[in-house]
């Protein structure tokens, strides 16, 4: 088999998969159609019905594809997603001069400016999109006018920079899709490290995309999972491996994973807050806040943009660093207080995730039988193309759902403290479990 | 790990937890009653938009809408009702599932039709309460054992 010692499973070496995986041509046909389904998407927002029930934009972005991306896509195969997003083909064909080249191009490909490295923007433009979320999620041109915006803004950003800089530092789904990647269960990386010694030409990183080094990968938050490297390495270094969830962990309680970063782990415990403000906002029983986060340019609607920031960027990472320091005063102060709160806020990472895929389940189920009549008349216009135009409304799984969550959101806590117990005595971990426990209570109070 | 000889007890220990926390019965005797309550729907929620029962009660819903048609359909029932401008229409059903389900609008009335949403509680929310037992189970659990996957170090933060 193609377990190695080192308890990973090579998929490049599986006889069905690599072909697939050492072609260019899924991807490339993979970003064919979601071009072309994008593009149909925002001829779809801006010019088709304005119900947002009723047109495609919004069902097929906000109901059909968040939905699998979320519970399926993230969970499975991490950034897979990244691989054949249609939002950065347009600037990748033309700095390459073509769809499958690996050429000069146009462009400046200038580098990213330092200062604005990392994930602080990304983390900015997620909570914009927070605040106008309730309209975006259902208003047909407000969703069709944000993905045309960020297919023209990756393209201008490919002509300006350099490969992918757009999505490493700007798209706020790929730093979502990113820090969850830590989780994936696949991840390419180096086959054997001293192979790579007498490298010279370096062909996985001149044909990365991402502008990563994929020979020295330590976590996935910017593989993109292209497969550029797997294809191009002269000596055949570079494979994608089935793993254990907890690898990344694993490695960097060894001391041997990737730097762990405070504007990363402001991000993960960002989008941890946030969470339960969607549930409360969008499954809540609470009729005038979710009024309020949709009456845009209202003095409601400025009182939830405000309480929104607070809770999610303040409250909710600042009850963390808080629980974190605590930890550390209880264990002894030993060690550096911000660091540990740093790799505490990774180990968290799956409550995050499994809070995202409660709130979705609750969202995706009662909703998903929107696509049916969607399919039939995308652009609301009275068509019936597969004959199910006239399907009734239905609610999907909602007997089960209840207990689905409590398994995925109590599973995800025992997870996460096995983590948090990996790297934190008992003392050090309690305040921090306490307030993983807090959010998970929370979620679960929201959402069942 | 240290303080329990095999490696496989404290998992157990946490399986049998877990299992009585979920599956341990609870008490469930209630004098029926019959219930009335008046929903009023509009642009875009209920109100009340929480309604408390208890199991096996005879409910009434008056459900009046104040602008646009609204519906109103029961999770966990299947049940659904729907109400015309100005006027009420009535839903009636015995509570027999207990438990907390979210009614929602069935008509699109406007923009955030999704969400708008109610609440009905069948009796104490059994699965929340058994829900909160696992959470304090698996955090004390995770306290006391120090169990965690390997390698377990605590460089990482000592
Ligand atoms: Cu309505």
Redesign the pocket.
């Known amino acids: 088999m193609n377990i190695d010692h080192d308890r990973r499973f090579d998929l490049t070496r599986v006889r069905w998969l690599a072909p697939l995986l050492r072609s260019r041509w899924p991807v490339v046909l993979g970003r064919a159609v979601t071009l072309a389904g994008f593009v149909f998407t925002i001829l779809a927002g801006l010019l088709g019905t304005p119900i947002g029930g009723r047109n495609f934009a919004i069902i097929f972005v906000w109901i059909a594809w968040w939905t699998v991306l979320k519970l399926i896509l993230m969970p499975v195969a991490g950034r897979s997603w990244c691989s054949v997003c249609p939002i950065p083909a347009t600037s990748e064909w033309l700095q390459q001069g073509g769809i499958l080249q690996r050429g000069k191009g146009v462009g400046l490909k200038l580098r990213w400016p330092r200062r604005l490295r990392g994930q602080w923007l990304q983390l900015g433009g997620f909570a914009v999109m927070g605040l106008f979320s309730a309209v975006l999620l259902t208003r047909p041109s407000a969703t069709g006018g944000i993905l045309l915006a960020l297919l023209l803004g990756a393209t201008g950003i490919g002509l300006v920079f350099e490969r992918r800089a757009f999505c490493r530092h700007l798209c706020p789904i790929g730093g979502y899709i990113g820090w969850y990647e830590q989780l994936a269960p696949v991840a390419v990386r180096v086959r054997d490290r001293d192979v790579c010694r007498g490298c010279v030409e370096k062909a996985c990183y001149q044909n990365c995309q991402w502008g990563i080094f994929p020979a020295a990968l330590k976590d996935s938050f910017d593989c993109g999972m292209c497969m550029a490297c797997i294809q191009t390495c002269p000596r055949d270094n570079m494979a994608l491996w089935a793993r254990s969830p907890s690898r990344e962990s694993e490695e960097a309680a060894r001391g041997e994973g990737a730097a762990r970063r405070l504007d990363r782990a402001w991000f993960g415990l960002f989008m941890l807050a946030c969470a339960p403000v969607y549930a409360a906002v969008m499954l809540g029983p609470w009729g005038s806040l979710t009024e309020a986060a949709y009456a845009i340019g209202t003095v409601a609607w400025l009182r939830y943009a405000l309480a929104f920031l607070t809770i999610t960027l303040g409250v909710g990472p600042g009850l963390f660093w808080l629980a974190a320091r605590l930890g550390w005063l209880l264990g002894g102060r030993s060690g550096s207080a911000k660091r540990g709160a740093i790799h505490l806020s990774y180990a968290l990472s799956p409550v995050g995730l499994a809070a995202w895929i409660a709130f979705t389940m609750s969202f995706a189920f009662a909703n998903l039988s929107y696509v049916w009549p969607v399919i039939s008349d995308p652009l609301g216009m009275g068509w019936n193309l597969l004959g199910t135009a006239d399907w009734a409304w239905h609610p999907y799984l909602m007997n089960v759902t209840p207990l689905l969550q409590v398994v995925v959101l109590a599973g995800s806590l025992l997870w996460a403290a096995l983590e948090v117990r990996r790297i934190a005595t008992s003392r050090q971990a309690l305040p921090v479990l306490a307030y993983a426990s807090l959010l998970t209570a929370g979620m679960l109070w929201l959402l069942i | 790990m240290n303080r329990l000889k095999m490696p496989g007890t404290p998992w157990l220990i946490l399986l049998l937890a877990a299992l009585t926390a979920m599956l341990v019965p609870v008490p469930r005797t209630y004098a029926p009653q019959d219930r009335v309550f008046r929903v009023d729907?509009s642009?875009?929620s209920f109100n009340p938009g929480v309604l408390a029962v208890n199991p096996g009660d005879r409910v009434t819903l008056e459900l009046r809408s104040t602008d646009?048609v609204?519906?109103l359909y029961l999770d966990g029932y299947g049940l659904s009702v729907v109400a015309d401008p100005g006027q009420t229409a009535t839903l009636t059903f015995v509570a027999d599932r207990p438990g907390s389900f979210r009614f929602r609008?069935s008509?699109p009335?406007?923009d955030i039709?999704p969400f708008?949403l109610g609440r009905l509680r069948v009796g104490p929310n059994w699965l929340l309460i058994r829900a909160m037992a696992l959470i304090a189970i698996t955090v004390v659990w995770s306290l006391v054992t120090g169990v965690t996957t390997k390698p377990r170090t605590q460089v990482a933060i000592v």
């Open positions: 729907a642009q875009f646009v609204h519906g609008c008509v009335c406007g039709h708008m």
